[in-house]
């Protein structure tokens, strides 16, 4: 595709569920990034994947929070038992290597009741 | 001391006006620098990126990177009410850092 694409675009979900999020980089991009947006806040680093070496993951704010990703394609994000503070903007973007420009998607505007 | 610090704002100036926006950081190991602009209830849109110190120049963008000061400038020329929107810094050296973003206001 022509941009970063993030699926879904909005989700509410009740107290307690598991979510999963979706984000399909630029064709050819090796890195992948998450990020957390709060309302009126900046991004927050959740976790870096670059090509086939182990994912940095020292943003995840806790072992509710997990990110896959195969290869150089479609990574997800899944929040397990979420609670209402994991109500956010959840953002991906992707490079074609480190150290290279990075493009967003427009996030998945998750809501938690 | 947070890696990044970035001015909050608001920052109002008057259309036409030349912005100034900036953000310190304290990791030298930063080797390449981003300015995002985000609209509200949009994704950040990538505007300027640089890896070396010095000026770069794009239309009425200018980033300059200072990295004996760690000390990085985005200048936008001739504001427009269109440039109204939260600007935010990025740096890494892998994994990509943000400032908070500074919220700008072009009246006109």
């Known amino acids: 595709g022509a941009g970063v694409s993030q699926s879904p675009s909005n989700k509410v979900t009740e107290k307690g569920k598991d979510v999963e999020l979706r984000c399909d980089p630029i064709?050819?991009?090796?890195?992948l990034y998450w990020y957390r947006q709060r309302l009126g806040q900046g991004l927050e680093f959740l976790i870096y994947?670059?090509?086939?070496?182990?994912?940095?993951k020292s943003g995840l704010p806790s072992d509710r929070f997990s990110a896959e990703r195969t290869g150089e394609s479609v990574s997800t994000l899944t929040i397990q038992r979420t609670q209402q503070e994991d109500s956010a903007v959840y953002l991906c973007?992707?490079?074609?290597?480190?150290?290279?420009?990075?493009?967003f998607g427009q996030g998945t505007r998750l809501t938690v009741v | 001391q947070k890696e990044v610090e970035q001015d909050p704002g608001p920052l109002s100036v008057p259309e036409g006006a030349i912005v100034s926006l900036n953000c310190t950081y304290s990791?030298?190991?930063?080797?390449?620098f981003m300015w995002y602009r985000q609209y509200s209830r949009k994704g950040p849109e990538l505007l300027m990126y640089?890896?070396?110190?010095g000026n770069k120049e794009d239309g009425r963008f200018t980033a300059q990177v200072d990295k004996s000061s760690k000390y990085i400038s985005l200048f936008i020329r001739d504001s427009q009410p269109s440039d109204s929107a939260t600007y935010l810094c990025?740096?890494?050296?892998?994994?990509?850092?943000f400032g908070k973003g500074t919220r700008l206001h072009i009246l006109p």
């Open positions: 973007a992707s490079s074609f290597f480190p150290n290279t420009e990075a493009f």
């Open positions: 064709s050819g991009h090796t890195a």
């Open positions: 994947f670059q090509g086939n070496s182990a994912p940095d």
């Open positions: 990791n030298s190991a930063f080797q390449y």
């Open positions: 640089t890896y070396s110190s």
């Open positions: 990025a740096m890494g050296d892998d994994k990509i850092i």
